[in-house]
C-alpha cells in the first residue's frame, strides 16, 4: 500500500505509455481509441500532493487526461487518503452517470420547447431515451464494480472475468450516448449545438471509464503495476470524423490481441455452437423448427389466430410470465412498426419462412419526418436485446424489411 513517504517515488515517475480498454459486445463489438491528447490538466488541491500525483498517474491511461483528472478530482481523498484503483475507477463511473443524468435533462427540455420544428423535438426525444438507456448500463457497471470483494480485486483472473460484463455495458452506454449525437445528422440547429456541448463531454467521460476498466483488468487492483510501463495496443481502425470532428474514433476487436476478450471469455466453449450461457431449454428451442414449436401467441393476417398484428401481440402480452415467450407469426405481409420495450423480455419471434413471413415498415429519413432511430422497422429496448436477438441469429424464418 502506499504511505505518504512514496511522495519521491510518484515524483520520479515517467508517464505510462497511453493505454487502450477494449469493450467487446456479442450484437456489436465497438471499442475506444484510447490515445494520449496534449491538454492543459485541470488543478488538484495543493494540500494533496500524493494524491494529485496518483490521479495524474492513473489519468496517464486514458484518452482524455485532462477529463479524467477533472472528474477524479472531486474524489473524497478526506475519508479515503490513498484510495485503490478500483476505487478510482468506480468514482469515475459514477461521474459518468451524473453527466448522463445532466444530458437527459437538457435532451427533455428540448423537448419541450415550444419553438423547436418537429423533426428537431424528435431528435431531442431521442437522446432522452438513449441516454437513459446508457444511465441503466453505466448502472449496471457500477453495481458490478461494488460488488467486487477485496479477495476478487487481488486476483487477477477472478477480477478480469468480474469486469467481462462491466466492457459491455460500458460499451453499451456509448453506443447509446453516440446514437444522441448521431440522430441529429438532418436535424442541425441550436439545440443540436447545446446537445453536442453536453454530449461532447459525456462521450470522454465514458470513454476514459472504459481506458480505465481495460487496465484494471490487464494488470489488477495493484497500485504499483499501473504506475509502471503497460504493453502498447496494436493498430487502431479509426472511425471517420463527422460534425466538427466531434465523433468518437473505434476499433474492431482486434484478433489475439493482449486485452481483447477470448472466446471462452464470452462464454463460448470449443465444439459448442452456442454460448455457455444458453440454457438447455433455449438450445432444445433454437434446434427445434418452426411447426414443432408451441407458441404462447399466434398472429395470423387472416384473422386465423390470437392477433391480425404483431404490435397487438406485444400489447397483449401478460404483466408476467416465466420463461421463454414465443410468438408464432403465420405467413403474409404485415406492414407494421413496432418496438420491443424493455419490460418484455425473453420474447422469440417464430415465422413460416424467407418470402413468408414477411414484416415491413414504410419510413425514411428523405421523407423529412423522421431521423435515422426512427426509420427501424423493429426496434428493441436494452433489456430485450438478448431474447431478440436469439430469433435473428437462429430464427431464420422471418423475414424483416
Known amino acids: 500500500m502506499m504511505t505518504p513517504s512514496s511522495t519521491s517515488c510518484l515524483l520520479l515517475l515517467r508517464p505510462a505509455r497511453p493505454h487502450v480498454a477494449a469493450a467487446a459486445s456479442i450484437v456489436v463489438v465497438a471499442l475506444i481509441l484510447c490515445i494520449n491528447f496534449a491538454s492543459a490538466l485541470p488543478s488538484i488541491p495543493t494540500h494533496f500532493p500524493v494524491q494529485k500525483k496518483l490521479i495524474e498517474a492513473v489519468c496517464n491511461h486514458t484518452t482524455y487526461k485532462w477529463v479524467c483528472v477533472d472528474e477524479l478530482s472531486s474524489f473524497d481523498f478526506v475519508a479515503n487518503p490513498i484510495p485503490k484503483p478500483l476505487d478510482l475507477v468506480a468514482h469515475m463511473l459514477r461521474a459518468a452517470g451524473t453527466r448522463c443524468d445532466k444530458g437527459t435533462e437538457l435532451a427533455h ?46 486476483d487477477l483472473a477472478k477480477l478480469k472475468e468480474k469486469l467481462v460484463d462491466v466492457k459491455v455495458w460500458l460499451s453499451s452506454a456509448l453506443s447509446f450516448q453516440i446514437s444522441c449525437v448521431d440522430n441529429f445528422e438532418f ?24 481506458c480505465l476498466i481495460g487496465v484494471l483488468s490487464q494488470v489488477g487492483n495493484d497500485l504499483d503495476k499501473w504506475l509502471g510501463p ?13 460534425r466538427r470532428g466531434r465523433r468518437t474514433r473505434r476499433r474492431l476487436l482486434w484478433k489475439n490481441q493482449a486485452n481483447s476478450l477470448t472466446a471462452a471469455e464470452l462464454g463460448f466453449r470449443e465444439g459448442d455452437e452456442f454460448p455457455a450461457w444458453v440454457s438447455a431449454g433455449d438450445r432444445r428451442l433454437l434446434q ?114
Do not use: W
Open 109 to 154: 427540455n428540448s423537448t419541450h420547447h415550444g419553438a423547436v420544428a418537429p423533426l428537431v423535438g424528435q431528435c431531442a426525444g431521442v437522446c432522452v431515451e438513449v441516454l437513459e438507456d446508457a444511465r441503466e448500463q453505466l448502472r449496471y457497471a457500477g453495481e458490478r464494480l461494488a460488488a467486487i470483494g477485496a479477495a476478487t480485486a487481488s
Open 187 to 210: 436535424a442541425p440547429g441550436q439545440v443540436q449545438d447545446r446537445l453536442d456541448a453536453e454530449q461532447s463531454y459525456l462521450g470522454k467521460v465514458i470513454g476514459d471509464s472504459i
Open 230 to 242: 503497460i504493453p502498447e495496443e496494436p493498430p487502431f481502425i479509426g472511425h471517420p470524423g463527422g
Open 288 to 401: 427445434s423448427s418452426a411447426s414443432s414449436v408451441s407458441a404462447n401467441i399466434v398472429v395470423a393476417k387472416d384473422g386465423s389466430g390470437d392477433f391480425t398484428t404483431v404490435t397487438a401481440a406485444l400489447a397483449g402480452m401478460p404483466s408476467s410470465y416465466s420463461g421463454r415467450f414465443v410468438i408464432y407469426i403465420k405467413a403474409g405481409v404485415y406492414n407494421e412498426v413496432f418496438n420491443v420495450s424493455s419490460s418484455k423480455k425473453k420474447v422469440t419471434f417464430i415465422g413460416d419462412g424467407i418470402g413468408a413471413t414477411i414484416i415491413t415498415g414504410n419510413r425514411n429519413v428523405a421523407s423529412g419526418n423522421y431521423n435515422t432511430y426512427r426509420t427501424s422497422t423493429v426496434g428493441t429496448e436494452p433489456d430485450a436485446i438478448s431474447s431478440f436477438f436469439l430469433f435473428v441469429f437462429y430464427f431464420l424464418p422471418l423475414c424483416v424489411l
